[in-house]
């Protein structure tokens, strides 16, 4: 495999976390304002997605792969409202530990880095492309 095929498959394995990491976070953010339904229940938990390193032998290239989607252990958000049928004996209901703002930055580094791994990917086509040209 010469060397720009192997940017090639780096760049894809890129691609594919960051869809992967933008799929979770669209999960996220499309449950920020959901609840439980009981006084008991607990409300969704943000989830966060983290990579690791993975060897491929036979090419001899690292590439990145997700590693586990796993939820996020901070705080739930406590929110006044004794009339909602999850509220506590004090009137407090339980929301999700999503903070929009925070999901909306992680996807835009996503995007950012989907990108950059798009131009790696587009630039190893134009010098494969060129190094074909000079040879003919």
Avoid: C, W
Avoid at 57 to 70: C, E, H, L, S
């Amino acid at each position: 495999m010469d060397e720009l095929s192997k940017s090639t498959q780096i760049a894809i394995s890129g691609m594919k976390v960051q869809s992967q990491r933008l799929r979770v976070i669209s999960e996220n953010l499309a449950n920020a304002d959901s609840t439980a339904q009981t006084p008991e229940g607990l409300p969704y938990r943000r989830k966060v997605v983290t990579f690791r390193s993975e060897l491929d032998r036979a090419n001899g290239i690292n590439r990145v792969a997700v590693d586990k989607v796993r939820p996020d252990s901070s705080e739930f958000q406590r929110r006044y409202d004794p009339k909602h049928p999850a509220a506590d004996r004090e009137g407090y209901i339980l929301s999700p530990n999503v903070n929009p703002l925070i999901e909306m930055m992680d996807m835009r580094e996503a995007q950012r880095s989907y990108e950059a791994n798009m131009n790696v990917i587009n630039t190893s086509r134009s010098l494969l492309s060129r190094t074909v040209e000079m040879l003919r």
